[in-house]
Structures are given as structure tokens and as C-alpha cells.
């Protein structure tokens, strides 16, 4: 995973954000322990009034978690702006190149991060609520999470890139996708879980002009399963198209649409259909 952004500072600036969401008491004072370097001078950097040497931005960086591939996206970042000549400038641009689009183009799988729920891509969506409030509290209360689920959700949103803080403001970062791939069997079953828990006192008590349900049952050719599901993409797709347009959004909805078997995979069809036709014989 890698982020996208102009200036160094401004990923230090949202770390610390991110930790006193977690705790309102961490401080500036907290951060520069915890990184390793005095609070003057983590105070000069942020400013930019000082820049870390090129080990110093190492230790930074590792105190902070990234290694491999983000070690290397932060430590090119500095260069670029602070590099001692223009050779060293030039290399670290180049090296940016690769982080330009600001995610990797790969998959991401959910247990590579944080264990995906239901909230987590909702909080990321209500974002674009025309009245959202950049609240915990808030968040919680409208999703009806509780405030200690949400700020733990926030947080691993921001962690994982998914979500930024800016001067204290919760955005949804656009340009990072989510590839949602299931995890681990014990994770998808607790979402899939949670997410009816939340969805069937909507399926009861919503009004039909907040809802609508749909149950269609058919049978079908398996050779027609990639087609079926080529519709249900293009659906997907005029459903994006035509939400995206909204002006003022002021709901927050959630449209699931599952395909599935009814046929128990370990039930042994052709036999049930010869002792049937036995038994329609023998009368």
C-alpha cells in the first residue's frame, strides 16, 4: 500500500492526528518521544523550519511502521524537496514515479490490514453526507455503533489509507481503491453477520419510500453464471453512475446484491433424481 501526498509534514501532521483521535490527551510532546526526537525539533520540522537528516528520516519513518515499500515512498519524498543536490533530488523523483497514481495498482486483500466490517465502508461513504460532522460521536450515533467502535474504525480507516484527516477534518480519500476480497473465513462470517444484524430492522421497519427488498428465485444453465454476472456488474456500474451526480446527499444507504446457490453442493442431485423417478414408477 502506499498514500499520495505533496509534502512530507503533512503525513507527520495526520499521524498525529490519527494517535490523539485515540487518545485527545497525545500530544505533540507524546509524538516526538515516541518518533525518537525532541518536541523543539519535531516542532521545527512540522513547520518547516527544519529538515531531518536522511537517517534521522529513517528512524521516523520505522517508528511510525512503514517498512519495505512505504520506507522507501517516505524516505524518497524528503529527498525530493530536501535532497542535498539535484542529482539526489532527481533520483528521489524518480523513485516517486512509481507512487504517482497514490495507490498501488494491486489487489488488496482485507486481512493485509484491518478485518473489513460492514462500518468501515460506510463511515468511508458517509463522508459525503452534505451534513456530515467530522465527530466520533457523531459517526457512532448515526450508525448506531457506539463512540468507541467508531473511533477505533477511524482510525484503522486512516491507518490503512482509506480515510485522511486534514486540520481536523474527516475525507474520504478518492483515490484509494478497495478491493474487498473476503479474509479470513472467521472475518467474512462476522461481517456478513453484523451487516444483517444492522440491515434487518430496515428490511421490517423502513418505510417503502427509505427501501425496497427483492427475493427472486430461478433456475438456470451454469454456462450462463458469467453472463448473469456481467448484468450485475453493469447494474452496479448505472447505480454509481447515477448516486455520484447527487448534489446534496443526505442519506446513507446500502445496496447488497447476492448470488448464490440454493443447491447444497454436497448433495448428491443425480441420485435423488433416479430414486424419485423409482418411486413415481412403482406407484
Known sequence: MTEQFEDYTQILKQELATRNLRNSRY???AFSRDLGISPAQLSRILSGKAVPSK??????AKAMGYKDEKLT???ALVEASHGKNQEIKDAALETLKKYEK???TKKIKAEDSLEWNWHHFAIRRMTQ????????EWIGRRL?????RAKIAVEELVRFGALSIINGKIEL????SVFYKGGRKKGREKMESDLFARCLPSILDSSRERSHHARHFFTLNKKQINELKSLINKFENQVD???????FPDDLFCLRLDLWSLIDPSSDIVSDKKETSLSLNNQ
Open 129 to 136: 453526507l452534505f451534513d456530515f460532522q467530522s465527530s466520533c
Open 55 to 60: 537517517e534521522r528520516v529513517k528512524q521516523i
Open 102 to 104: 497514490g495507490v498501488s
Open 144 to 148: 448506531g455503533i457506539g463512540l468507541r
Open 173 to 176: 480519500r478518492e483515490n484509494y
Open 241 to 247: 453512475d447515477l448516486t455520484y451526480k447527487s448534489e
Open 27 to 29: 500530544s505533540l510532546r
Open 73 to 75: 515512498w517516505f524516505c
